[in-house]
């Protein structure tokens, strides 16, 4: 079978000249003989790559030099509970911008560990809009101030970040990282799991200001403390070595289409080609506010349930796979990040246009 074109929201579709590197180095990479899911993690060729991986996501991202690139395990959803035990220093409390569900279980398990103070929520509207941020209701003493860039299930993104003043900002980047220019230096704190933008399910990516690393809450595992894999080079224990490879050669790929720019004017050029036609489409609808739609995930529903269902179920005939929408949102969402081609879209909106025609 042909590969299909993969909407999936994650773990989502890898680049295909990484897929085929991988394969072509599966038996022996880098003349080591072996895979390097078989190779010790003290190896000279693995060290190679975990530090080529680390140099990467420094120079695509512009991370300034007082910040550190931790590679972990334990998903987004860990982060969680990281950020509150490494960075509940004085106050502990912090601010949590609820704009979807990842972010309200985030502010879920910091709660367990201190204050939260919600500062806005969308949830009246199943987060189908980013709210307006009032400042006064911003906490000058918190540790840190949390957002989600992109909400994946939503398909919603902020273009704008709070200014937080000096407290700093701590954001969930785990469908967006690497899908558009970001000033890193705004940031305390950057988190995400690498299935979604990055590479393999098993890696996540924590980017960190080096003076918030440090004393953490009483009772903190040393596993769960930034400190030790800061000062080990994210090699205190085995790292998810494999998924660290496949995300080193995603990232060669980023850099040799030109860079995290170029990659956000592609993303840019796609996600315009499906909101264009959702706009003008008779039948199908976008269940975003037009301001605060997503590059990475674009929801959109048909008139019934029924042609929703009628929809998927042709569409994946046709090699348009994943395209169900979440459970909480209903009808359709097609993901689409870095490694989905611009005719990938553009395939999609034909047959879109195609059922159309077909069911008006
Ligand atoms: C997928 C996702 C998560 C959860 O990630 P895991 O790695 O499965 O824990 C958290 N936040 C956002 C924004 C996500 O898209």
Not at 214 to 222: A, H, L, Y
């Amino acid at each position: 079978m042909d590969r299909v074109f993969n909407f999936s929201a994650g773990p989502s579709m890898l680049p295909v000249p990484v897929l085929e590197r991988a394969q072509k180095e599966m038996l022996n990479c880098n003349g080591s003989g072996m895979s390097v899911m078989e190779m010790s993690h003290r190896s000279k060729v693995y060290e190679e790559i975990h530090n080529q991986a680390i140099a990467l996501f420094k120079e695509l991202m512009g991370i300034p030099e007082n910040y550190k690139v931790l590679l972990l395990q334990g998903g987004a959803s860990l982060q969680f509970s990281m950020v509150p035990l490494n960075l509940f220093k004085s106050s502990k409390k912090a601010d949590y911008f609820v704009t979807g569900m990842w972010a309200k279980k985030a502010a879920a398990e910091a709660k367990r560990f201190g204050t939260v103070n919600v500062v806005a929520s969308s949830e009246d509207k199943v987060f189908n809009y980013i709210p307006e941020l009032d400042p006064s209701k911003f906490s000058p003493d918190a540790d840190y101030f949390h957002v989600t860039t992109n909400n994946t299930i939503y398909g919603t993104r902020l273009t704008t970040l709070p200014d937080t003043k000096n407290v700093p900002l701590v954001a969930d980047m785990s469908s967006n990282i690497l899908s558009q220019v970001y000033d890193v230096s705004k940031f305390g704190l950057i988190y995400a799991g690498a299935q979604k933008n990055v590479g393999p399910a098993g890696l996540t990516i924590v980017i960190i200001r080096e003076d918030l690393i440090g004393e953490t809450m009483e009772g903190t595992p040393t596993i769960l403390k930034y400190k030790i894999h800061a000062d080990e080079n994210s090699l205190y224990h085995t790292p998810p070595t494999y998924s660290i490879y496949v995300a080193k050669l995603v990232l060669e790929w980023i850099k040799e289409l030109g860079g995290v720019a170029a990659m956000e004017k592609i993303n840019i050029e796609k996600a315009n080609i499906l909101y264009n036609y959702l706009d003008q489409s008779s039948v199908f609808k976008g269940t975003v506010v037009p301001k605060d739609r997503s590059l990475m995930n674009i929801p959109f529903i048909l008139p019934t349930e029924e042609l929703n269902a009628k929809f998927i179920k042709e569409a994946s005939a046709k090699g348009f796979v994943n395209l169900k929408g979440h459970r909480s949102v209903g009808g359709m969402r097609a993901s689409i990040y870095n490694a989905m081609p611009v005719e990938g879209v553009q395939a999609l909106v034909d047959f879109m246009k195609k059922f159309e025609m077909e069911n008006k």
